[in-house]
């Protein structure tokens, strides 16, 4: 048997395949397109009769169709999806053209291949769609978080195009009759996050002394989910989840942007001690806030833990403390990711930051001075 991974060299993709073969899992072909934020070493160690990387774009009707027919999976998980909130402002049509055209094109093929099974094969098949709660907008301090009967209100070129997607999911099933699934997550961090988002890059720019660019006031709040725990919830949604079900997977861990930083401060105060550099909180540098900033996100998992028994594994001090220690202990990805590419996006972004940061010495820790937050999300 062979399960379809898309996006399986990314960040969430990478941790789903890893898990999924340790646990016994079916072989994995994984189609990836290899952008920026795709590293076909992640998954070098896996041997060729467990795991087939194929490069390719979801949006390859060609490649996909013949890719479906010739390895025949019994499933589907889609990760692959263009996912930086701040890329999407900068350049929104590659986000519309990966996440609303590219999974109308992988609908289209799947249907397809479906349509070809018979019996057995054809009640079994599944397809999980991977998405995020950002697709619900933003929460007030005291609102209830949001469950699966949430309305949709996204803020971002990103979210907005992952609500797009979502439908399209949902559309495919209500009139075709294909076996979907869905799950909306919260904020992921742990091993293999590319550095652009918020905890791998709080953490790199820490080892190096450079600024911590916050954005805003950093009291945006986002619930903070392992990556290990939302992967093992992926994986019982595959086998066990309600056919046209969706599934919100969060990690019960709301935590304010400043104080995820302040937390990556201590740990590598703690495990990476570097009198040159000293105290990391003197780093941090509030920045101008971003357009359209959701200020608080928050997920309710009733249903997946009623229905499935989920129940998250780390509390955030935990995965927190993991997360900082795999990076230290894997300098070489680290230096082979954080490329000349990688660097321009960062100095594009957050290059007026520095001058602020260096500016505001060891009063930058303090909420209410400039402003920021060093990437969000997936």
């Known amino acids: 048997m062979t399960v379809l991974v898309t996006g399986g060299a990314g960040f969430i993709g990478t941790n789903f395949i890893l898990r999924w073969l340790?646990?016994?899992?079916?072989?994995?072909?994984?189609?990836?397109?290899?952008?920026?934020?795709?590293?076909?070493?992640?998954?070098?160690?896996?041997?060729?009769?467990?795991?087939?990387?194929?490069?390719a774009d979801?949006?390859?009707?060609?490649?996909?169709?013949?890719?479906?027919?010739?390895?025949r999976p019994r499933a589907v998980v889609n990760f692959a999806a263009e996912s930086h909130v701040d890329r999407s402002i900068h350049g929104p049509a590659d986000f519309v053209e990966t996440n609303v055209v590219g999974t109308f094109n992988l609908l289209e093929?799947?249907?397809?291949?479906?349509?070809?099974?018979?019996?057995?094969?054809?009640?079994?098949f599944r397809f999980l769609h991977v998405s995020t709660d950002e697709v619900y907008g933003s929460l007030t301090p005291e609102a209830p978080a949001f469950t699966e009967d949430s309305p949709y209100a996204p803020n971002s070129p990103y979210s907005a195009t992952k609500a797009a997607s979502d439908h399209l999911v949902r559309a495919y099933r209500h009139t075709?009759?294909?076996?979907?699934?869905?799950?909306?997550?919260?904020n992921n961090y742990g091993p293999y996050q590319f550095p652009e988002k918020l905890v791998p890059l709080m953490i790199l720019?820490?080892?190096?002394?450079?600024?911590?660019?916050?954005?805003?006031?950093?009291?945006?709040?986002?619930?903070?989910?392992?990556?290990?725990?939302h992967v093992r919830a992926i994986a019982l949604v595959l086998e066990r989840g309600?056919?046209?079900?969706?599934?919100?997977?969060?990690?019960r861990s709301e935590k304010s942007n400043l104080e995820v930083v302040l937390a990556v401060c201590r740990l590598l105060d703690e495990l990476a001690p570097d009198e040159k550099i000293g105290p990391r909180e003197r780093l941090v540098a509030f920045v101008a806030d971003r357009p359209g900033h959701d200020r608080r996100y928050a997920v309710d998992f009733g249903l997946i833990a009623s229905e499935l028994g989920f129940e998250p594994s780390f509390d955030f001090v935990s995965g927190l403390r993991a997360t900082v220690g795999w990076y230290l202990a894997n300098r070489p990805w680290v230096e082979s990711v954080t490329s000349g590419g990688y660097r321009s996006w960062i100095d594009q972004n957050y290059g007026e930051s520095r001058g602020a940061a260096a500016r505001?010495?060891?009063?930058?820790?303090?909420?209410?001075?400039?402003d920021g937050e060093g990437g969000n999300v997936r």
């Open 242 to 251: 309600r056919v046209g079900g969706t599934y919100n997977i969060g990690g």
């Open 109 to 124: 093929s799947v249907r397809g291949y479906w349509g070809t099974l018979r019996g057995e094969e054809a009640s079994g």
């Open 22 to 55: 340790a646990a016994g899992g079916d072989k994995v072909v994984n189609l990836d397109k290899l952008t920026y934020a795709g590293n076909r070493h992640n998954l070098s160690g896996l041997s060729a009769d467990r795991h087939e990387l194929v490069q």
């Open 176 to 186: 075709y009759g294909l076996p979907t699934l869905t799950t909306n997550c919260s």
């Open 360 to 370: 505001a010495g060891g009063d930058a820790g303090r909420p209410g001075g400039a």
């Open 58 to 71: 979801i949006g390859d009707r060609e490649a996909v169709d013949r890719l479906l027919a010739g390895r």
């Open 205 to 229: 720019n820490g080892l190096e002394g450079r600024p911590l660019p916050v954005y805003g006031d950093g009291r945006q709040v986002r619930d903070w989910l392992h990556v290990h725990d």
